[in-house]
């Protein structure tokens, strides 16, 4: 039974463990700080598709296939299958695990999707509907360039305050049989939509340390924590310049994060690399640190209780042009170990 | 605790119940032989808004709105808000929805999204995650032409399989308060991704009836029970085209569900309605017959056990200028009385 505790936070008993989790990335990916920590490297953009959006729905089978063989299980052992990403109808999720047969939902967070996943599957388990369940998120930074900004050939020059959309997929399989050996989810928090009025969508990072600063705060109240009963402080795709506005709105409110938070979007890439900006963001970038870096040093014990938290804009190339607002969202998972 | 029923099917317990119940309908839905079901009829296409897009957000509103009186509850009761439809990045439900500030979980599933989301509330009711859960799904004819297909003042001809996308929104509450007078939720199939290789975008209810017998004949299976066991069986948006293929595929295994079988969107228009064809689509088509007509039916009890189930082709306009084919999913819902 899942225990709802305060606002927004639900706890889990102590027998949702992450029984595997796997991830890929792209070669830009591969030239970052955390090159050692992917289980896959795809040097091929086109991952050997014919289409950018193929290429992105190649690495979801990919990560949850990784997932499925590290966590000994096979695909029709899966009662539920979480997954997303920010192609215009999810078409890279749905394209990438139809050939899996796994009962499937899909979900929308925008960068927040595989946290939002990972939650979902999380109340599958606990609540008994299934012993097995999924989650996969991606991002390809060619078919989501194309979808959001410019043709790839056009060359468009980004503001300092951009992000770059990270190629990578992760996956994590979860389960309701207790393993020490295993992270497990402990608590979660299901963010509310939150709009500052922030229009640049430039700077997403902006528009998106409200939401991550209201989810951050509704899970210390409800929990009755604070920052430093947690080893690190992980958000999802802030960037540096979101990073240093979640910090001051964080400080407003009592919290000082800043000693014990990394940011997916900021680890992810080199900080000499050409062209990153603010860092990396997209469904993949949390994912792929989620499933590549975040959860071995989980495993190994090196952490021993960590919050991840992704963020997402919840905006539309459409919505932007109408000149409208970034609305954004939060969702966070307390993982133990 | 959800009990798991087989390969795909889950049970509730007989405590997940639909609390509250709202639609809300366009003109021409109006004109229809439902038009004395919808709570709300809104004769302006754009709704009092600027864009279409926020005409649809504005239905997204209503439609909760009216389901939160009906359920006598307010918004800041809810725990759990579980919301799409078929814009890109699903900004009807994001910008419809943030000024309830409820936690927010976005769902996709194309047309089938407002079962999956029924489903998804229904599993955080019946695990204890929240005592009440909320789901809201919409669809707007002039923004979805305008983003799948032409220009409104184009006026593109239509094929005779093509089908109208309803403009329209329903919403659920679900509760774990035992209520008798009340619909309830008592068991649901999470579909697979089903794909036979169809890729006429004119024709969905062709690409989506497979799965839509797929999810029906895993329900018989998963529940060893078969068509009379119901008093009827309510696809969401298969059309004339895609009802008689789904007979057809059904007959094959056995089942002869013709006789208690009725799609929303052949309901939803008048069959001399201008244009409509094949019949209604969109995530507001089973979402306001659903929140409209069936659960009315059911609260009256002049039926006590009916499946609802929601198709959705998982295409997207770049897929389809890709020549790919539509993957198709479909869930259900088994609401008794």
Same mark, same amino acid.
């Given at each position: 039974?899942?225990? +709802?505790?305060? #606002?927004?936070?639900?706890?889990?008993?102590?027998?949702? *463990?992450?029984?595997? &989790?796997?991830?890929?990335?792209?070669?830009?990916?591969? %030239?970052?700080? /955390?090159?050692?920590?992917?289980? +896959?490297?795809?040097?091929?953009?086109?991952?050997?598709?014919?289409?950018?959006?193929?290429?992105?729905?190649?690495?979801?089978?990919?990560?949850?296939?990784? #997932?499925?063989?590290? #966590?000994?299980? *096979?695909? !029709?052992?899966?009662?539920?299958?979480?997954?997303?990403?920010?192609?215009?109808?999810?078409?890279? *999720?749905?394209?990438?695990?139809?050939?899996?047969?796994?009962?499937?939902?899909?979900?929308?967070?925008?960068?927040?999707?595989?946290?939002?996943?990972?939650?979902?599957?999380?109340?599958?388990?606990? *609540? +008994?509907?299934?012993?097995?369940?999924?989650?996969?998120?991606?991002?390809?930074?060619?078919?989501?360039?194309? %979808?959001? =900004?410019?043709?790839?050939?056009?060359?468009? %020059?980004?503001?300092?305050?951009?992000?770059?959309?990270?190629?990578?997929?992760?996956?994590?399989?979860?389960?309701?049989?207790?393993?020490?050996?295993?992270?497990?989810?402990? =608590?979660?928090?299901?963010?509310?939509?939150?709009?500052?009025?922030?229009?640049?969508?430039?700077?997403?990072?902006?528009?998106?340390?409200?939401?991550?600063?209201?989810?951050?705060?509704?899970?210390?109240?409800?929990?009755?924590?604070?920052?430093?009963?947690?080893?690190?402080?992980?958000?999802?795709? /802030?960037?540096?310049?979101?990073? !240093?506005?979640?910090?001051?709105?964080?400080? !407003?409110?009592?919290?000082?994060? %800043?000693?014990?938070? !990394?940011?997916?979007?900021?680890?992810? &890439?080199?900080?000499?690399?050409?062209?990153?900006?603010?860092?990396?963001?997209?469904?993949?970038?949390? #994912?792929?640190?989620?499933?590549?870096?975040? /959860?071995?040093?989980?495993?190994?014990?090196?952490?021993?209780?960590?919050?991840?938290?992704?963020?997402?804009?919840?905006?539309?190339?459409?919505?932007?042009?109408?000149?409208?607002?970034?609305?954004?969202?939060?969702?966070?998972?307390?993982?133990?170990?």
């Amino acid at each position: 039974m899942v225990k +709802k505790i305060g #606002a927004q936070t639900i706890e889990f008993s102590n027998n949702v *463990s992450i029984a595997g &989790f796997g991830s890929i990335v792209g070669k830009k990916e591969a %030239q970052g700080p /955390l090159k050692d920590d992917f289980d +896959k490297i795809e040097y091929d953009m086109h991952v050997g598709q014919d289409t950018w959006e193929d290429a992105e729905s190649k690495l979801q089978t990919e990560a949850l296939s990784i #997932a499925l063989e590290k #966590a000994k299980v *096979s695909a !029709k052992d899966i009662g539920f299958l979480f997954a997303g990403d920010l192609l215009n109808q999810c078409v890279s *999720s749905s394209f990438g695990l139809k050939d899996y047969a796994i009962p499937y939902l899909g979900q929308y967070g925008a960068c927040s999707t595989m946290v939002q996943s990972l939650i979902m599957a999380a109340v599958m388990v606990e *609540s +008994k509907a299934s012993l097995l369940s999924a989650c996969v998120t991606s991002s390809h930074f060619c078919s989501a360039e194309r %979808q959001y =900004r410019f043709p790839l050939d056009y060359g468009g %020059q980004r503001p300092q305050s951009a992000q770059w959309t990270v190629t990578g997929a992760g996956s994590c399989i979860l389960s309701g049989e207790q393993d020490d050996k295993k992270p497990k989810v402990l =608590r979660a928090t299901v963010g509310k939509i939150v709009d500052l009025g922030v229009k640049d969508q430039n700077n997403m990072g902006a528009a998106m340390a409200p939401a991550a600063a209201d989810t951050i705060k509704m899970f210390f109240e409800d929990t009755n924590t604070k920052e430093t009963d947690y080893d690190m402080i992980y958000t999802g795709d /802030l960037g540096k310049i979101g990073s !240093k506005l979640l910090y001051e709105l964080l400080l !407003k409110e009592g919290y000082d994060i %800043q000693s014990r938070h !990394k940011d997916c979007g900021v680890m992810i &890439f080199d900080d000499n690399e050409f062209d990153v900006h603010s860092g990396g963001s997209g469904c993949g970038c949390c #994912a792929s640190v989620l499933c590549g870096h975040i /959860l071995k040093k989980v495993e190994k014990k090196e952490l021993k209780n960590v919050l991840v938290i992704a963020t997402g804009a919840l905006l539309s190339p459409v919505t932007v042009q109408q000149s409208k607002s970034i609305p954004c969202i939060a969702h966070l998972v307390n993982i133990v170990m």
